[in-house]
C-alpha cells in the first residue's frame, strides 16, 4: 500500500465564529479519482483551501503529499498540485487564452524565464485535451461561463499536476463538457498516474468517480465504495440471514 496523497484527521476549520469543518477525515489514494459531493455550504471548498494551505485548521491534522498545508516547504509541493477554484472568473486582464494557458508552466519556468519549447508544447497538449484550440487567440474577458472553465481546466493540465482539485468544474459545462471533462481526467489518471479529486453535484460526474465522500453536518463519509461490511438493508440476503 502506497501512502496516501491526502491524509486528513478530525480537521476542523471555520470562519471567524463560524465552523465549516467539524470533524473531516479522509484517506485521498494516490492515482484516484474522488468526488466530494453533497450540499451548498457543506464545507467543500473550504476543505480543499484546507488542502492547498490557505485555510489553516483549528484542529486535528492534515498531510499533502508526505508535507503540511500551510508551513514552510509547502510551497514546493503546490507548485505540483493544480487547483481550479469555484466560479473561475475569466479574469481582469486582457490575455488570450493560450497566455492564459502558459500560466500554467510559470510556477515551473519561473516568472522571468521565457517558456521553453517543452513548456509551448505542453501549453498546446493542454489546450487540445480542454478543447480550447479554437479559442487560444481570443480574450479570455469575452468567453462564455463554459469556455472560461474549460480554459481554467487547460491551465491546470498545462502544469502537469501530480495532484489536480478540480473545485465544481462543471456548473457552467453542457452535457457534451462534463462527458469531454471526465474523459480528459481519466485519461490523465491512465497515462500519467495523477490523482484527482472533484467537487461536483453532477450525478454522471461523481458515477465516474471510483471513490465518493458526501459532506454534511461539519463532516465527510465515505459512500463509495462502501467499507466492508457495511450494513446492505436492501439486500435480500441479509434479510433471509437475518
Ligand atoms: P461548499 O463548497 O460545500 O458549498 P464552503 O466550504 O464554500 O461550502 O462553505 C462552508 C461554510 O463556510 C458556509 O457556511 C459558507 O457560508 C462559509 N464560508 C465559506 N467561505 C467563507 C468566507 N470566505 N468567509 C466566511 N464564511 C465563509
Ligand atoms: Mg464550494
Sequence with gaps: MTEPVITARNVSA???????LRDVSLDIKRGSITALCGPNGAGKSTFLKVCLGMIRPRGGSISVMGNRPGYPGFRKTLLRIGYVP?????????????EAVSMGRYGMAGFCRPLSGQDKELVEAAMEAAGVV????????????????????ARSLAMEPDLLM??????????EGRGDLLRIIRDRQEYRHITVIIVSHD??????????????DGRAEKIFPE???????????????G
Design 203 to 216: 450525478e454522471e460526474t461523481i458515477a465516474g468517480c471510483a471513490d465518493r465522500y458526501r459532506f454534511g
Design 166 to 175: 478540480l473545485d465544481e468544474p462543471t456548473s457552467n459545462l453542457d452535457a
Design 86 to 98: 469555484q466560479n473561475t472568473a475569466g479574469g481582469s486582464l486582457p490575455t488570450t487564452v493560450r
Design 14 to 20: 471555520g470562519y471567524g465564529r463560524l465552523t465549516a
Design 227 to 241: 467499507a466492508p461490511g457495511a450494513l446492505r438493508p436492501f439486500s435480500s440476503r441479509n434479510v433471509a440471514n
Design 134 to 153: 479554437d479559442l487560444a487567440k481570443r480574450r479570455v474577458q469575452e468567453l462564455s461561463g463554459g469556455q472560461t472553465q474549460r480554459v481554467a481546466i
